[in-house]
């Protein structure tokens, strides 16, 4: 039987950092009411020359570097997210593209804020079944793009990240012991952006009714998370053949603490098996599960063999959890001034690459253009 065995995570930040102080001059709200009705103080927003697909990049190449594996390893690049750079290609193939993993697939899947649950659910599955070694699966969102800025109701919320996990097939039995995808279409209008897509394709009315934004009815959304934290943890600890005191961690969407509390509380996990980063990065959707794992780990509070408890919920409506044994070390392994100049290269060699390719398809349509075949 084959695992897929969690070997590399990394995470990415924007730099700037958006306080809630920074967000009383632009809407009417405080920092009061958003600390006490969801726990967040400030969220990073992407800068200008960052996209979804470049915090997805950074993220990657971070958790290629913990694995210690070059791009060229990787056979399948899955991008969870619902903020592609473009409707069309995907991040996966931007992502692909610019880490250099030359030989490997890439798609996308949306499943809103539920969407690293999914991708982790579809990669441990390949691997699995013996289709694949070792794939990279990012969860990345950059939500300050599609966020009315003048509805405090929403724009208090969201914020800008991505986590990478690196799986690989392996003997040893960790990575994915259980797993719960759910949805439920009908609450579509629970969380929705109304316009911009097939059904009411963009018109400057929408742009000037910001239809092309995210419309919430957040206590729909609020009773949905609780119940649904609830009972899809109980649904993937029964599939596990576990019970909750098997938790070593609990890491659900960092979407409100009030939600993670009373999941927790509703589940009897105690507040030292919970991990919440919510306060420093708000809803960062796709991205919030795989950054705070990170987190975790970075703060010594993952260990091999821990059994991990990660659920997800959002827009669809949708969820997903799953449980996950930790197989590997985390502890932080220096890395030798020779392999920083060589993933220095390699990064260099991503970007060279895709230069000439450009570059040869740009010279390929101009000798069409002219009619000088052969050229
Ligand atoms: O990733 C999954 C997606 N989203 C979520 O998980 C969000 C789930 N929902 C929530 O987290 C909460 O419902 C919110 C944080 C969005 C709202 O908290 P709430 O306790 O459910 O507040 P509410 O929507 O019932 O609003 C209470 C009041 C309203 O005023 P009135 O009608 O009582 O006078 C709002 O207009 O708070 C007002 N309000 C605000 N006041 C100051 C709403 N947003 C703000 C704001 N600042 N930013």
Known sequence: MA????VGWGYAVPARVLTNFDLEKMVDTSDEWIRTRT?????????????TSTLATRAAQNALQVADLSPGRVDLVIVATSTPD???????????????????????????????IYALAVASG????????TILIIGADTLSRIVDWTDRSTCVLFGDGAGALLLR????????????????????????????????PLTPEHLQNRQNTIKMKGSEVYRFAISTIVQATRQALDAAGMRVDDIDLF?????????IQAAARALDIPDEKVFSNVHRYGNTSAASIPIALCEAIESGRVRVGANLALVGFGAGLSWGAAIVQWGVDTTPVPIAWWKSVLRNLHSREAMVRSFALRTQR??????????????
């Open 251 to 259: 890491i659900p969407h960092q979407a409100n603490i009030r939600i």
């Open 362 to 375: 740009r010279l390929d349509a101009l000798r069409r253009l002219n009619g000088i075949h052969g050229v």
């Open 86 to 116: 473009y409707p069309v290609p995907s991040v996966a193939s931007l992502v692909q593209d610019s880490i250099g993993a030359s030989r490997a697939g890439a798609f996308d899947v949306n499943a809103a804020c539920s969407g690293f």
């Open 126 to 133: 390949l691997i699995s079944s013996g289709l694949y070694e």
């Open 169 to 200: 097939r392996s003997e040893s039995p960790t990575g994915l012991r259980s797993c719960v995808l759910g949805s439920d279409g009908s609450g579509v209008s629970s969380l929705l952006i109304p316009a911009g897509g097939s059904r009411n």
């Open 39 to 51: 726990g967040i103080s400030e969220r990073r927003i992407a800068g200008p020359k960052e996209s």
């Open 3 to 6: 695992y897929a065995q969690i």
